[in-house]
């Protein structure tokens, strides 16, 4: 049974580049009969914005999309999370270097064996290894990098807020909710990879990944939340479906209604029409 999943943080409201996300594993999961599920990604409280879970809701509802069972919410799995941890034995160290000791590369190893006297705990790291990981993506081919030599030791648990990481949270729940496919943007490629490693320690299964384009507004910067790229406004629903269709290389025929468009969508869905490249202005 295939099983897909949309899994929004909840920074802010549903823009256009998170439509796009969410009606490519939409439509690869209902195109297959599978089940569609909705994560809120709430582990960050303090990134996380006042109204903002309710605002995705009502977008995805207005949309016309229909999820599967109850939603989940990340912010109350933290025994779960910490369960897991604790399993990882000793691949887990404490880390107490601060963002500016850290820099902008990749982490160094610095409290592998300990942390220097003084410092104080500021989060739980994964060790990881110098052997290459790879995947094979449903678009983008075969992508792959050796985690030491590339990303790095990376974070489980932050000690300022108690907050557990996207890695961590991402990889037990797409486990316990018997996820098989993960189709998301792009920009979280290097991310699959720290995830299948993760997956491969805790005993996990495989997944199958499809990473789609992800939108770039015309600054050609990433449309996110954090740098307050519009809401979707749900009164344009049809249109906005069409345009994210159109941005994800499918070609609807004009002047369908929502239900229609749906409907189109879910008989016509061509992933190998979806363009490979990992940014895009696209037609927005
Ligand atoms: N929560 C992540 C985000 O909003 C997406 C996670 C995922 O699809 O794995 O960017």
């Not at 601060?98 to 220097?116: D, L, N, V």
């Not at 739980?124 to 993506?137: N, Q, S, Y």
């Not at 000690?159 to 729940?173: F, R």
């Not at 507004?217 to 809401?231: V, W």
Request: aromatic share 10%.
């Amino acid at each position: 049974m295939y099983r897909g999943r949309f899994a929004p943080s909840p920074t802010g409201p549903l823009h256009f580049g998170s439509l796009v996300a969410a009606v490519a594993s939409y439509l690869e999961a209902r195109q297959r009969g599978g089940e569609w599920l909705l994560r809120i990604e709430d582990v960050d409280g303090p990134r996380s914005r006042e109204g903002a879970v309710e605002a995705i809701l009502g977008a995805l509802a207005g949309m016309g999309f229909v999820w599967d069972g109850e939603v989940v919410y990340q912010s109350a799995r933290g025994d779960l999370y910490q369960r897991e941890m604790e399993r990882l034995g000793g691949l887990v160290f404490d880390c107490g270097c601060s963002r500016k000791e850290i820099g902008e590369g990749r982490y160094p190893g610095t409290c592998r064996a300990g942390m220097a006297e003084g410092k104080v705990l500021r989060a739980r790291r994964l060790r990881v290894t110098d052997e290459e990981i790879w995947f094979e993506d449903g678009l983008q081919g075969r992508f792959g990098s050796r985690l030491e030599r590339d990303l790095g030791d990376f974070v489980l648990w932050r000690a300022d807020g108690g907050i557990w990481s996207y890695q961590l949270a991402v990889v037990v729940d797409d486990e316990v909710q018997g996820v098989t496919d993960v189709v998301r943007g792009a920009d979280l490629m290097d991310s699959t990879l720290r995830q299948i490693y993760l997956q491969r320690l805790l005993g996990y299964r495989e997944l199958r990944y499809l990473h789609v384009p992800l939108v770039l507004g015309e600054d050609g910067e990433k449309l996110s939340k954090q740098n307050l790229a519009p809401g979707i406004e749900v009164g344009e629903a049809a249109d906005l479906l069409a345009r994210a269709l159109r941005f994800l290389g499918q070609e609807p025929p004009e002047g369908l209604g929502l239900v229609r468009l749906w409907e189109w969508g879910v008989g016509n869905w061509d992933v190998r029409r979806v363009g490979r490249e990992k940014f895009s202005t696209g037609h927005i």
